[in-house]
């Protein structure tokens, strides 16, 4: 068989599977365990530097708490985000999307900020209220502005977090509408549209620099059809493909007859045999 026909095959044959959408929740759920502990971690971390602005140096009520919090922070923060991404590559599978998912990153978000909340409700109180307490040499001094903001770091930390949680959720929420608008009118053109062959004239590699170097991390294609009247016209779209040649008849575009220059109403494939989330989208 051909590899390409194989992999649209394998690819097709995840939509609607639900063995993927398991994996969907099961790597959703640890995601939402891992960054809670990221946020217990996070937490961790804003009461040392707060302590360490409100109280003396020599203040030792927290020196017998274990750094476990601090480590298992960093390790959930990664294994979430690991987890996180496994779930949005399953999910776009699931949808048959050219388009990851985005509610990984607002479950993520909404379990780092409750883990905060639970962290900063055992946060220890100043020995003293407006005053750094010096138990050993007995230097007292006075809070400054830094000092009192820090002192109210146990409700505007998780103020801000729940703030960024619920600015994301509406924007996902736009995100996940527009993403199903595509999904049905790229199905609505797959049934009643036109298919025909188009000429990749130009591409354009994305390179994204790292401290490791820089590497292709995509490319922006322009290709050129002929409509059924005769005229042509080009679209471009970015695709997460590199080495994608130029040439006559190496893609595909998907369209609407009547509305052949409407660009949200093309869809364009560099591959030979397109799965379902291989049709690209216009913005």
Do not use: K
Not at 5 to 30: E, F, H, I, K, N
Not at 196 to 207: G, P, Q, S
Not at 218 to 239: I, K, L, N, P, Q
């Amino acid at each position: 068989m051909d590899p390409a026909q194989a992999r649209s095959d394998r690819l097709d044959r995840r939509r609607g599977d639900p063995v993927v959408l398991a994996g969907v929740v099961a790597a959703s759920t640890v995601a939402v365990v891992l960054a809670f502990v990221a946020g217990l971690g996070f937490g961790e971390l804003v009461e040392v530097l707060r302590t360490s602005v409100i109280d003396s140096i020599f203040d030792d009520r927290g020196d017998e708490t274990s750094p476990f919090l601090l480590m298992s922070g960093t390790f959930g923060l990664v294994g979430a985000a690991f987890t996180g991404t496994l779930a949005a590559n399953a999910a776009r599978g699931y949808l048959g999307s050219s388009e990851r998912p985005a509610f990984p990153v607002v479950l993520g978000l909404a379990a780092h900020t409750a883990g905060t909340w639970v962290s900063s409700r055992d946060w220890l109180p100043p020995l003293a209220v407006g005053t750094e307490v010096d138990p050993v040499f007995h230097h007292d001094e006075e809070w400054g502005p830094w000092s009192w903001l820090m002192y109210y770091a146990d409700r505007w930390v998780p103020a801000g977090m729940l703030l960024v949680t619920a600015t994301s959720v509406l924007l996902v929420v736009r995100h996940t509408r527009r993403q199903a608008e595509v999904v049905a009118e790229r199905d609505r053109l797959l049934a009643h549209g036109c298919r025909v062959r188009a000429d990749v004239v130009e591409v354009e590699v994305r390179i994204a620099t790292s401290e490791s170097g820089s590497h292709a991390a995509g490319s922006t294609v322009t290709v050129a059809f002929v409509d059924f009247a005769g005229v042509r016209h080009w679209a471009t779209r970015s695709t997460s493909d590199v080495g994608v040649p130029t040439g006559p008849g190496l893609a595909q575009v998907l369209f609407d007859p009547e509305r052949p220059t409407v660009d949200r109403s093309i869809f364009v494939a560099v591959r030979r045999h397109p799965a379902l989330g291989d049709w690209l989208p216009g913005r």
